[in-house]
């Protein structure tokens, strides 16, 4: 498997683990909204139970206040009329009772009054056989009825001596009073909370649940224990997010996930694969031009791309070598070693006719002598195109014996803007290499361009300097020439050995200038 299809395969399992996570996200998220609306809700039914608590406490003050009191003693064997409506007919109001009874304890009812009707209760509030088993308790009772279809909530206490105030003994009688639950009471809770209260039937009125509220149920008992009415209590719930909110989020989350594997899958691309496929390309063809992009990097992959320009340039320069070897090997021997195979004919030839033709022998051994000369220039020749010594001349006149040597005589016009000042700055090896590299574009215009023109100029730049050959011969187009080691090529590997950066100007027609930037000459150590 390629590299890329593995981190496509990474980048597709780290897509999954992302989805994956955003629906395990999802299920989380929904568990904690329920449990923190069911703690929501809990808290709105103590909150409701707390109302209902409210709503009952005057009627329970008023109990406390007045059944254990020594006039209410008094009065179940008294009956007075007159302390009867000052505090027991009169306190109504202030406690906002609807109804109070005065029981013995045998259930005989002393006294009874509705205060919506200002009127006399003679009747207890339930059955008899009820009241019995209600007034057999020894503390506070409360429970809910019914009386001709509206709701109302029974209190009662045992009226005791204030020496029995812990109530050891059995009750002398009772004191009982009813409240109604009507409108009035409900609006009452409305205004003490945060939402709404309504008394419902029996049954608990919350079939479906709505996200946009809290709603709590409270039951109300009546003496057996029975549902007989209920509360409901609902509030806006303003801590719970709407479902589309919800849904922004979770698309949130996926959408920044999914961004964040696709940047990760770019940033990969460029910092690994990019790399990766540049290394792959100069390797394949055997051309550290791909590497470009690489070598002023610092990291691992600008040191592997360093790493390998040097060892494909020194491979190049291996071959070239070699080629040199094979060229000179095969100049010579169809130059020099049959020039001197020749020689050596000639003067076996000149010995026959020293003793028969003296002057033709003579003639002979002096085209003889000729050939030889011609041999040991070509010789000299080869030597000096092998190794140009700038330094026992000036570059300058390095430079236009090399014309001489590459073009002969001939009608061309040369034109040297050399800096030798500046030439001598640098090394004389570095020198030698410069020359190896205006040979190579001499060569290069003389044989392809036909030029009748050629300038060479090395000056100073800001940079360091700019060593230059310019022709005005037929011209190329840089972008289809071939730099396969030889032409261009070998101009490039020269650019690189100098440490200098290669520029190429041309079009067809028009000439061709091949500048070289080099860096500032070293100071001597």
Same mark, same amino acid.
């Given at each position: 498997?390629?590299?890329?299809?593995?981190?496509?395969?990474?980048?597709?399992?780290?897509?999954?683990?992302?989805?994956?996570?955003?629906?395990?996200?999802?299920?989380?998220?929904?568990?904690?909204?329920?449990?923190?609306?069911?703690?929501?809700?809990?808290?709105?039914?103590?909150?409701?139970?707390?109302?209902?608590?409210?709503?009952?406490?005057?009627?329970?003050?008023?109990?406390?206040?007045?059944?254990?009191?020594?006039?209410?003693?008094?009065?179940?064997?008294?009956?007075?009329?007159?302390?009867?409506?000052?505090?027991?007919?009169?306190?109504?109001?202030?406690?906002?009772?609807?109804?109070?009874?005065?029981?013995?304890?045998?259930?005989?009812?002393?006294?009874?009054?509705?205060?919506?009707?200002?009127?006399?209760?003679?009747?207890?509030?339930?059955?008899?056989?009820?009241?019995?088993?209600?007034?057999?308790?020894?503390?506070?009772?409360?429970?809910?009825?019914?009386?001709?279809?509206?709701?109302?909530?029974?209190?009662?206490?045992?009226?005791?001596?204030?020496?029995?105030?812990?109530?050891?003994?059995?009750?002398?009688?009772?004191?009982?009073?009813?409240?109604?639950?009507?409108?009035?009471?409900?609006?009452?809770?409305?205004?003490?909370?945060?939402?709404?209260?309504?008394?419902?039937?029996?049954?608990?009125?919350?079939?479906?649940?709505?996200?946009?509220?809290?709603?709590?149920?409270?039951?109300?008992?009546?003496?057996?224990?029975?549902?007989?009415?209920?509360?409901?209590?609902?509030?806006?719930?303003?801590?719970?997010?709407?479902?589309?909110?919800?849904?922004?989020?979770?698309?949130?989350?996926?959408?920044?996930?999914?961004?964040?594997?696709?940047?990760?899958?770019?940033?990969?691309?460029?910092?690994?694969?990019?790399?990766?496929?540049?290394?792959?390309?100069?390797?394949?063809?055997?051309?550290?031009?791909?590497?470009?992009?690489?070598?002023?990097?610092?990291?691992?992959?600008?040191?592997?791309?360093?790493?390998?320009?040097?060892?494909? %340039?020194? &491979?190049?320069?291996? /071959? $070239? #070598? @070699?080629?040199?070897?094979?060229? =000179?090997?095969? +100049?010579?021997? *169809?130059?020099?070693?049959?020039?001197?195979?020749?020689?050596?004919?000639?003067?076996? %030839?000149? &010995?026959?006719?020293? /003793? $028969? #033709? @003296?002057?033709?022998?003579?003639? =002979?051994?002096? +085209?003889?002598? *000729?050939?030889?000369?011609?041999?040991?220039?070509?010789?000299?020749?080869?030597?000096?195109?092998?190794?140009?010594?700038?330094?026992?001349?000036?570059?300058?006149?390095?430079?236009?014996?090399?014309?001489?040597?590459?073009?002969?005589?001939?009608?061309?016009?040369?034109?040297?803007?050399?800096?030798?000042?500046?030439?001598?700055?640098?090394?004389?090896?570095?020198?030698?290499?410069?020359?190896?590299?205006?040979?190579?574009?001499?060569?290069?215009?003389?044989?392809?361009?036909?030029?009748?023109?050629?300038?060479?100029?090395?000056?100073?730049?800001?940079?360091?300097?700019?060593?230059?050959?310019?022709?005005?011969?037929?011209?190329?187009?840089?972008?289809?020439?071939?730099?396969?080691?030889?032409?261009?090529?070998?101009?490039?590997?020269?650019?690189?050995?100098?440490?200098?950066?290669?520029?190429?100007?041309?079009?067809?027609?028009?000439?061709?200038?091949?500048?070289?930037?080099?860096?500032?000459?070293?100071?001597?150590?």
């Amino acid at each position: 498997m390629s590299i890329r299809l593995r981190i496509l395969a990474l980048l597709s399992l780290l897509s999954l683990l992302c989805i994956g996570i955003f629906f395990q996200f999802q299920r989380t998220q929904e568990n904690e909204e329920s449990f923190a609306r069911q703690q929501r809700e809990r808290e709105l039914t103590k909150s409701l139970q707390q109302l209902i608590s409210a709503a009952s406490r005057s009627a329970y003050h008023y109990l406390r206040n007045y059944a254990g009191r020594a006039g209410m003693v008094e009065f179940l064997s008294k009956q007075d009329a007159t302390w009867a409506g000052k505090y027991i007919k009169g306190r109504m109001d202030l406690y906002r009772i609807d109804a109070v009874w005065v029981l013995k304890a045998d259930g005989t009812v002393v006294y009874g009054h509705d205060r919506p009707t200002d009127t006399a209760l003679t009747t207890p509030p339930l059955p008899e056989k009820d009241m019995a088993a209600v007034m057999q308790k020894t503390g506070l009772f409360s429970f809910y009825a019914l009386v001709s279809g509206s709701l109302y909530q029974f209190q009662g206490m045992p009226i005791v001596t204030t020496s029995d105030l812990d109530r050891k003994t059995a009750p002398l009688g009772w004191l009982i009073v009813a409240k109604h639950w009507g409108q009035s009471v409900m609006e009452d809770m409305t205004d003490n909370s945060r939402g709404r209260v309504t008394l419902t039937s029996a049954s608990n009125p919350i079939h479906s649940r709505d996200a946009s509220r809290l709603e709590a149920w409270q039951p109300l008992l009546d003496q057996h224990g029975q549902v007989i009415a209920g509360l409901d209590y609902h509030v806006p719930d303003y801590e719970a997010e709407s479902p589309e909110e919800e849904r922004f989020e979770l698309m949130l989350f996926l959408v920044n996930g999914v961004g964040l594997i696709l940047f990760a899958g770019v940033l990969l691309h460029f910092l690994l694969l990019r790399p990766l496929f540049l290394v792959r390309a100069s390797l394949l063809a055997g051309d550290p031009a791909p590497l470009a992009p690489l070598l002023h990097q610092r990291n691992e992959f600008g040191q592997m791309a360093r790493a390998m320009q040097r060892s494909m %340039h020194d &491979r190049q320069q291996h /071959e $070239q #070598d @070699l080629e040199e070897r094979v060229r =000179l090997a095969r +100049e010579l021997h *169809d130059g020099a070693i049959q020039g001197v195979y020749g020689v050596g004919m000639a003067l076996g %030839h000149a &010995r026959s006719l020293l /003793e $028969q #033709d @003296l002057p033709a022998a003579r003639q =002979l051994l002096d +085209e003889t002598r *000729d050939e030889l000369n011609r041999i040991i220039h070509d010789l000299r020749a080869h030597i000096e195109r092998a190794d140009p010594k700038p330094l026992t001349t000036t570059f300058c006149e390095a430079v236009a014996r090399l014309i001489q040597q590459l073009h002969g005589p001939g009608p061309l016009t040369t034109d040297l803007n050399i800096d030798d000042a500046l030439v001598a700055g640098y090394v004389p090896l570095f020198q030698s290499e410069a020359l190896r590299f205006v040979r190579e574009a001499l060569s290069n215009a003389l044989r392809h361009g036909v030029p009748s023109r050629i300038s060479v100029s090395w000056q100073r730049t800001a940079e360091g300097s700019t060593l230059a050959v310019e022709d005005d011969g037929r011209g190329f187009d840089p972008a289809s020439a071939r730099t396969d080691g030889r032409g261009l090529g070998n101009l490039s590997e020269r650019a690189i050995s100098l440490g200098g950066r290669l520029e190429i100007d041309s079009q067809p027609g028009q000439g061709t200038r091949i500048s070289l930037k080099l860096p500032p000459a070293k100071p001597p150590a």
